[in-house]
């Protein structure tokens, strides 16, 4: 049976055991039907990976026991992805690639060409849930509260580079450029709305010293295509990508 990987909010700890919250309970007793003494493997984003078993399965509640860590958990190391708000369904495709791509966190930005007045964070929420389940993280990118895009410019933290997708040419190839950052300190990644970032927009990017404005290549992509493939590049370039196995 293909093996069991759930996020759950409590501690874990040796020996703990705890009712899981309504999705996990209800994927466990409906969806799988699974019984108690089955084996799973749970995470929180704080302490590791660990063997557990249903402890009971009940119609109100699933109790679960934990047994033993079998992964320490990393310190955290994804790129952060600064997306302008896309419609419904590319921003649920760039949530689910973008958490399989190992991002840390994903800030939906308000550009002048913005797609959309508003982004349905909990819906974003449990699709990074569900994608760091099946994809074998150990933590859950933080899904941030949409901003204007000026202000996440302004509160710029100290020593962190920002990668732009430039789509009007005028830009050096992002493999050429990309910032060395270690690993422990990718570089974010801006990607614009369907209609683009105004010439203000790049103008007001560029002065800023710590973006480097890059191409993607000679065609125009979709925004959700371009934040797929720039964190391809960032993960290969100066990510975990690098690593082995
Ligand atoms: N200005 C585009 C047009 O002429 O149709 C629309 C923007 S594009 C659909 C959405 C976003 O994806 C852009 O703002 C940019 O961040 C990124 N992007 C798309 N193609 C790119 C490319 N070839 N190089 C760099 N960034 C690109």
Redesign the pocket.
Known sequence: VARIRLFVEPDLAADAEFAVGERPAHYLATVMRATAGQSLLLFNGRDGEWQAELAAVGRREVRVRLLHRVRLQPAPHGPELLI?ALKRDAMDLVARAATELGVGAIRPVFTARTNAARVGSDRLRVIAIEAAEQCGRLDVPRIEEPLPLDAVLDAWPQGRALV??????R?PP?AAVLPNGRESAPPSL????????TDAELDGLRVRAFVTA??????????E???IA?LALIQAHCGDWRRSG
């Open positions: 302008a732009v997708g430039d789509e009007s040419g830009s992002a801006l990607i614009g709305p369907e209609g683009g970032f890059v191409s993607l290549g000679p065609r125009i992509l979709r925004a295509t371009a934040a720039a």
